[in-house]
């Protein structure tokens, strides 16, 4: 398969639209940017979806499956490491911790949900490592053309017990119930194979319509479920599916090349840093919280800050992670 460098301009994109999630701008500004930015990791579930063919036909499977587990294992603890400091830091009970991140309720979720205990974040790696496990399983017996009709099915049940639950229901459930492998991560892994199999296609400009128009529905049901008190902590809307498979395909039409500096650097950042960048931000915005609120203790630089924030953390995380990516590549080649 050819290089696609839409797919690695839009995983750079992705990175930054996670961190904005998790930074956010201050008022009506993050109020209309955050439902926007929750297509990141279902285009990041999508992409990976896109590329399994090609994983597939040069038998890659399972060093691809090896690859995402050593990094839950290695992720976990370092995230593991950081919340102990943030205890001792912040003089919060170590013990008290400890047994709440280490109980047997804490690891079934862990298990059976994909929720860490010491990363929110975490989930996506879990969830895409279980994904891949299960296409690997149902390929050696069947094709995974089996699993596309389920996908309706998986996206629906998130709209009814995430988003729309409290509309539909009448109550509000845990949100891990949805937000993980089966609900999340197998049904968007399975559109960018669907996408990638199917050769499916639109015209460039209708794609950039009509992912404005789906963000457009995005924002108006985030308004009415608030409007009338049907709001839940869920992320994904009904536009949100839509949006994001218009957002991949526009992303397609880019075909890379000799391109400005800045266009490369992305590039580069998407295909080498962006989930790096993923796993290593909340350390910054965590690092970045304490020095605003010890250090600089000033309400107009704090506003500024509000605003600037997403693009700082989002600089800083990718700094760190070209300086590991530098020394990973460096090993290599001394190996």
Not at 86 to 100: A, I, N, T, Y
Not at 149 to 163: C, E, F, R, S
Not at 317 to 332: C, E, F, H, Q, W
Request: charged share 15%; with cysteine.
């Amino acid at each position: 398969m050819k290089r696609n460098y839409g797919l690695d301009f839009l995983k750079c994109i992705c990175a930054f639209m996670v961190v904005c999630i998790h930074t956010s701008f201050p008022g009506i500004v993050g109020k209309a940017v955050v439902p926007i930015c929750r297509i990141a990791v279902p285009l990041f579930f999508m992409i990976t979806g896109y590329y399994y063919s090609n994983t597939s036909s040069k038998k890659k499977e399972l060093k691809q499956i090896g690859k995402i587990f050593r990094l839950v294992v290695l992720t976990n603890i370092v995230y593991f490491v950081f919340s102990v400091m943030q205890c001792l830091l912040s003089g919060d009970s170590l013990p008290s911790f400890l047994r709440s991140a280490l109980s047997i309720k804490s690891i079934l979720k862990f298990v059976l949900l994909n929720d860490s205990p010491f990363g929110v974040h975490l989930w996506y790696l879990g969830a895409i490592l279980y994904v891949l496990l299960i296409v690997f399983v149902i390929e050696r017996k069947w094709d995974r053309k089996c699993l596309y009709p389920i996908v309706p099915i998986l996206l629906l049940t998130d709209l009814v017990l995430g988003k729309y639950s409290l509309l539909l229901l009448g109550r509000t459930f845990p949100y891990i119930l949805v937000r993980n492998f089966l609900c999340v991560g197998l049904p968007y892994f399975l559109i960018g194979d669907m996408l990638f199999r199917y050769k499916i296609r639109m015209k460039s400009r209708n794609t950039l319509i009509l992912s404005v128009v789906f963000a457009g529905v995005t924002l108006a049901e985030r308004y009415l479920l608030g409007r009338f008190e049907l709001n839940t902590t869920r992320d994904h809307y009904i536009g949100t599916t839509f949006m994001a498979v218009c957002v991949f395909l526009s992303a397609l039409h880019y075909e890379g090349g000799k391109e400005s500096k800045i266009k490369n650097a992305v590039c580069f950042a998407g295909s080498k840093l962006s989930t790096n960048i993923y796993i290593l931000h909340p350390m910054f915005i965590y690092v970045m919280a304490v020095f605003m609120k010890r250090i600089v203790k000033n309400n107009t630089v704090e506003t500024v800050y509000g605003y600037a924030a997403p693009f700082i953390i989002f600089f800083i995380s990718a700094a760190v992670s070209l300086v590991l990516y530098r020394i990973s590549t460096g090993k290599k080649k001394t190996d």
